[in-house]
């Protein structure tokens, strides 16, 4: 049985809903990456790569600010891909971050304009990380910015402690803490019929990887610049959310 975008469209739908259960202002990350891409690139047709991409929520917010702008979105979950590719129609590639040859299987030639990820980064390990960032370095044109929105703490353990206040009373005011959340998306999906063999497929690969990397805000600056990156900076916090912005 194929997956309709009927169907896609609705698990994609569900999925950005339990997803705002950790980060209640995701729109607002999403339409930042957006902006910035848009602004820093200052092209209508900028190509774009949106690290482990997902079912493509913010590949989709880029192309609805940049229509012209062609995205690809890597990523190795056989079943936020299929959904990625019905209900968006994006260009997806199915690799795993972590194999340095993921690079040579993108569907270009020349260096890329913009590089996007988002709440997906903090489960490399630092030398999974470094690696990464130096891989974006070469594959950026110069000039070319990557952004990296994430959970991402400080060595100020004190100070991160807030965060989890600061997390609740947002949840709280933003009316998700009784959305539907990860686990439950999970065990919802396994039993749609249309997804029957992507799910056997995922449960087949069984990746292992950290929930966290442990990987500190300072520690990606560290990185970047190790990298190669010219300028290294946040450009948007709330608590411990914060986008990083790297311009080769």
Known sequence: ??????????????????????????ETVFAVIADAVAAHTQR?????????????????RILERLPRARVIGVDTDPVLLALGRSAHGLELLDRNLTDPQWLAALPISDPVDAIVSTTALHWLRTDQLAQLYTQTARLLRPGGILLNGDDIATRDTEI??????IRARHAERESVGDHEDWDEWWTAIKA????VDAVAERERRAWEHPENGNTTYE?????????????VSQLWQYGRRRIIAAIN
């Open 219 to 231: 520690l990606h600056l560290t990185l970047l610049r190790q990298a190669g990156f010219r300028t």
């Open 192 to 195: 749609e019929p249309e997804l």
């Open 1 to 26: 049985m194929s997956l309709t975008t009927t169907t896609a469209d609705t698990w994609v739908r569900r999925w950005d809903h339990q997803q705002e259960t950790y980060v209640p202002d995701r």
């Open 44 to 60: 209508p047709d900028p190509v774009v790569i949106d690290l482990a991409c997902g079912p493509g929520s913010l590949g989709a």
């Open 160 to 165: 991160d402690l807030l965060d989890q206040v």
